[in-house]
């Protein structure tokens, strides 16, 4: 023991010279050997947390999501944010005399000093000051050792100099390290209390300051700290911080916004991301989802999906990507691939009347048809398995039905349709020939973000623009992918509920006024969708699981749509639209015809088809076909001759350049030409 109160005794005699010559500015050897000092607003501007802050378009904070696995802190906090009780419980436990000194306290050194050598103690002499000077270096061997001790209380007097003592606090609070991962009060408060470090208790506050010199202290020696530093507190110690050492991880501060946050994450290392996201619209259809969704459960129903935007400038106002109490938490149901269903028929009408084929008020056929590949037939049918006959098309676009949207597709006659979605943004698409007629009835898989961008293409008059998700986001050039006249035609359609009340009724979800609404439910009931909008919003939904499990009776008038609903009222209550889609100036779509014009659906002007010399000329035969009211009075002319038969005959090809033409009570409805080579 002697030994070592002499070794002690010769420690304290060098500290007190290098204090003596730091106090007068003689310690040039170890000024000249040491690290440059960085300034308050370097070691501020290089603080990097290791999460990505999510906040809404006024900066109040959404979600935060850990990009850095390696250590735990948070964004720098001014010392006004910091609980004025935690700074004092940190000032007592590690250097009360903060604001009297000059950077080294005489008193503390002599302290441990004499805690080391006549009481084994390993009570150290380090002020905040000089404790700072190793959590701002680049290198912290710099100050190890006998010399590192001697470099840091000059270095201590010198710092003082140049920063402020609530700088100098400011900066201790935001890097010390304390228990496992965390560093800052910021992450430790979040850890251990799940709160900021604003609003720690006394008790909180005495748990926490006195980890600072053992950050992984263990319980006993935990609380046998807090009891030193608040006596009159120590009953409480013992059940309170057995209960703090049992936490695992961190319980996150804000968890509103998981999927965009994910999306983001790979764009941005760390920091405040500021979104377009509006946080009562973000809150409100989280809540909307996961309401609903647990009202499903019981129809094996676990999954939902929103996306809100604003058609003007594409800010995405909602994104919410899963249902909240999903098992596959992190799936994001906003980009994944899913079977669109009917969702898709708006932009084969839209199609046709850029073409000039069709009009809202144009009369189609709704019967059975067969439609004949190389590997079968496909026959198409409604939902409810009943044909409805001849209807105006707005009646077949807004009752969504089947049958007459692949004969639709059939008089397109051209990849006119597929062309158009992918013009609307539709990724991954197959070439046409993989889906045939059956891409009229939404056999392909699409995201929520595309189809909701397609609708709101239409609301904005046919004119596609990309998304914004955060405000930094530079706009996209805009394209016009459907004229002003073919997404207007559209987009009235959808607003009128006479047209839906052939398939959903008077009074469904989707009877919302002065808004366009398509639903679709894709094979077997996997996927629900619901998509409309006004003249502000867009809104897109989901509905389904994401293991691809069927849903027990569940349509989209009854999965998604109900969501969709209450955001629409949401939005028109809190954001009122500026104008009436009922008042939007439509072309040619309130004149309409006394009567259904008749016309040929097979073959399609301008074809060109070639025999097959492999089979009997008599037995190849090719159809046609025509629509229009009072089918025994149509009446077909071949090459100016007049042939029996009325809407439907065979006829067998020849060589050569024909024309067919089709009669309507004796009146010429159409002329068609084709190639036979």
């Given at each position: 023991?002697?030994?070592?109160?002499?070794?002690?005794?010769?420690?304290?005699?060098?500290?007190?010279?290098?204090?003596?010559?730091?106090?007068?500015?003689?310690?040039?050897?170890?000024?000249?050997?040491?690290?440059?000092?960085?300034?308050?607003?370097?070691?501020?501007?290089?603080?990097?947390?290791?999460?990505?802050?999510?906040?809404?378009?006024?900066?109040?904070?959404?979600?935060?999501?850990?990009?850095?696995?390696?250590?735990?802190?948070?964004?720098?906090?001014?010392?006004?944010?910091?609980?004025?009780?935690?700074?004092?419980?940190?000032?007592?436990?590690?250097?009360?005399?903060f604001y009297s000194h000059s950077g080294v306290s005489l008193k503390a050194l002599l302290a441990s000093l004499y805690q080391r050598s006549f009481k084994d103690s390993s009570r150290g002499g380090s002020t905040i000051t000089m404790q700072l000077l190793k959590l701002i270096s680049r290198d912290r061997a710099t100050y190890t050792g006998f010399l590192g001790k001697?470099?840091?209380?000059?270095?201590?007097?010198?710092?003082?100099?140049?920063?402020?003592?609530?700088?100098?606090?400011?900066?201790?609070?935001?890097?010390?390290?304390l228990r496992g991962e965390h560093q800052g009060v910021s992450s430790s408060s979040w850890a251990l209390f799940q709160k900021p470090p604003t609003t720690v208790t006394l008790k909180e506050a005495v748990a926490m300051a006195v980890l600072i010199r053992s950050p992984n202290a263990s319980v006993p020696e935990w609380q046998k700290r807090a009891c030193w530093q608040e006596p009159t507190l120590c009953s409480e110690f013992s059940t309170f911080i057995t209960e703090l050492s049992l936490k695992r991880g961190l319980a996150e501060s804000a968890n509103k916004a998981l999927h965009l946050a994910q999306r983001l994450s790979p764009q941005f290392t760390s920091g405040e991301i500021r979104t377009t996201l509006r946080a009562d619209v973000q809150t409100y259809a989280q809540e909307v989802v996961k309401s609903q969704i647990l009202n499903l459960q019981s129809q094996n129903v676990h999954d939902a999906a929103v996306l809100v935007i604003e058609n003007a400038t594409g800010n995405v106002w909602a994104y919410v990507g899963g249902s909240g109490i999903s098992e596959k938490k992190y799936v994001d149901g906003v980009q994944a691939y899913r079977q669109a269903g009917s969702t898709l028929k708006p932009f084969l009408y839209a199609t046709a009347f850029e073409k000039g084929l069709l009009t809202p008020d144009s009369w189609i056929e709704d019967s059975a048809v067969d439609i004949v590949f190389a590997s079968g037939v496909y026959k198409p049918q409604n939902h409810d398995k009943q044909f409805y006959g001849w209807v105006q098309v707005k009646t077949a676009l807004g009752s969504s039905l089947n049958v007459p949207a692949v004969k639709v597709f059939k008089l397109l006659n051209d990849e006119s349709f597929w062309g158009h979605l992918q013009a609307l943004g539709f990724r991954n698409l197959k070439e046409p020939e993989h889906y045939g007629p059956a891409l009229a009835l939404g056999v392909a898989d699409?995201?929520?973000?595309?189809?909701?961008?397609?609708?709101?293409?239409?609301?904005?008059?046919?004119?596609?623009?990309?998304?914004?998700?955060?405000?930094?986001?530079?706009?996209?050039?805009?394209?016009?992918?459907?004229?002003?006249?073919?997404?207007?035609?559209?987009?009235?359609?959808?607003?009128?509920?006479?047209?839906?009340?052939?398939?959903?009724?008077?009074?469904?979800?989707?009877?919302?006024?002065?808004?366009?609404?398509?639903?679709?439910?894709?094979?077997?009931?996997?996927?629900?969708?619901?998509?409309?909008?006004?003249?502000?919003?867009?809104?897109?939904?989901?509905?389904?699981?994401?293991?691809?499990?069927?849903?027990?009776?569940?349509?989209?008038?009854?999965?998604?749509?109900?969501?969709?609903?209450?955001?629409?009222?949401?939005?028109?209550?809190?954001?009122?639209?500026?104008?009436?889609?009922?008042k939007m100036e439509l072309v040619e779509v309130a004149s309409p015809q006394k009567y259904p014009q008749a016309r040929i659906v097979y073959p399609q002007d301008g074809m060109i088809m070639a025999l097959d010399p492999a089979i009997p000329r008599s037995h190849q035969k090719m159809p046609l076909l025509a629509e229009g009211p009072h089918p025994d009075k149509l009446q077909w002319k071949i090459n100016g001759k007049r042939v029996g038969g009325n809407h439907s005959i065979l006829w067998t090809p020849e060589s050569g350049r024909h024309t067919f033409e089709l009669y309507q009570n004796q009146k010429l409805a159409q002329k068609v030409e084709v190639l036979v080579k």
């Open positions: 023991m002697g030994g070592s109160r002499v070794i002690y005794k010769k420690f304290f005699s060098g500290l007190a010279v290098i204090v003596a010559l730091g106090m007068t500015g003689s310690a040039a050897y170890f000024i000249q050997t040491s690290p440059t000092l960085p300034t308050y607003s370097d070691v501020k501007q290089r603080h990097q947390s290791s999460d990505l802050y999510i906040v809404d378009h006024e900066g109040r904070l959404l979600h935060q999501w850990r990009k850095n696995k390696d250590h735990r802190i948070f964004q720098w906090m001014s010392l006004e944010q910091i609980s004025p009780i935690l700074i004092a419980e940190v000032l007592k436990s590690e250097d009360r005399d001697l470099r840091q209380v000059v270095l201590g007097f010198k710092i003082e100099k140049t920063w402020t003592k609530k700088e100098i606090l400011e900066a201790y609070l935001n890097l010390i390290p699409i995201t929520l973000e595309d189809l909701t961008q397609a609708y709101r293409t239409l609301a904005n008059n046919g004119i596609y623009t990309g998304l914004r998700f955060t405000t930094s986001t530079t706009p996209s050039e805009a394209r016009q992918v459907f004229s002003l006249k073919a997404a207007q035609s559209v987009s009235y359609i959808l607003a009128q509920n006479e047209n839906r009340s052939l398939g959903f009724g008077l009074d469904s979800a989707l009877s919302a006024p002065e808004v366009s609404v398509k639903t679709g439910t894709s094979k077997d009931m996997r996927d629900n969708w619901c998509v409309g909008f006004n003249s502000r919003f867009t809104v897109g939904v989901w509905v389904g699981n994401f293991s691809g499990e069927p849903m027990w009776n569940v349509m989209g008038v009854t999965g998604a749509a109900p969501i969709w609903k209450n955001i629409m009222e949401f939005l028109d209550r809190n954001y009122p639209s500026p104008r009436s889609l009922q």
